[in-house]
C-alpha cells in the first residue's frame, strides 16, 4: 500500500511455526524458509519471487519495535507492529548510513509514537518512513514489504539495500 509500510492483514487459523524466533544473541544469524509469493498489490518490491519467514506476528508486541536479521552484531530490519499492522524497515539511517537503534530492539522514541535514530537524533514516521526532525529532514527510510499469513510474518527473499 504505497510508501507507507504494507497494511498486513491476518489470517485465521493462525498456529505455531516450527522454528522459535531468534533472540537476536551476538554473531547469530536468522536462517530463511523461501516459498513462492502468492500475487499481491501494493507495498514497495511487490511481485512475484521467493519470501522468507521472519517470525510470528505473536512473537512481536503491539506498539513495540523488533531489530529481526541479524548479521554480525546488527539487525538488519527495524520491525513495528502496531495492531494487526507491521511496519518494515531497514536499519539503516540515510543521515550516515549507520544502525539506528541504541540497544537490540530499542527504536522508537520514550512515548512509542515514532522511529528515533538514537546516533543524531533523526525523527521518523512508523507509518511512512519519512523524516521528520533531526539532520536528513525530508528523506525516507528504506521500506521492506511485509506479508503476513496465518499469523506468520513474511519478507523478500531479497532485501532492498540502501544504494538500490
Not at 541504541?102 to 507509518?127: E, K, M
Amino acid at each position: 500500500m504505497g510508501a507507507g509500510g504494507v497494511r498486513a492483514v491476518v489470517a485465521a487459523g493462525a498456529g505455531p511455526h516450527p522454528r522459535p524466533l531468534s533472540q537476536g544473541g551476538r554473531g547469530e544469524q536468522d536462517t530463511a524458509r523461501l516459498e513462492p509469493l502468492p500475487p499481491r498489490g501494493g507495498g514497495v518490491g511487490a511481485g512475484a519471487g521467493p519470501d522468507r519467514f521472519l517470525c510470528r506476528l505473536a512473537d512481536l508486541p503491539d506498539g513495540a519495535s523488533r531489530g529481526l536479521l541479524r548479521e554480525g552484531f546488527e539487525d538488519r530490519l527495524c520491525v513495528v507492529r502496531q495492531g494487526e499492522q507491521v511496519f518494515a524497515w531497514l536499519n539503516d539511517c540515510p543521515h550516515e548510513h549507520r544502525p539506528m537503534e541504541y540497544r537490540q530492539d530499542q527504536f522508537l522514541s520514550g512515548d512509542g509514537g515514532h522511529i528515533v535514530c538514537y546516533a543524531h537524533s533523526a525523527h521518523f514516521d512508523i507509518r511512512t518512513g519519512h523524516c521528520f526532525a533531526g539532520p536528513c529532514t525530508g528523506q525516507h527510510l528504506i521500506e521492506v514489504p511485509v506479508r503476513i499469513d496465518n499469523g506468520e510474518v513474511f519478507v523478500p527473499a531479497e532485501l532492498p539495500t540502501p544504494f538500490d
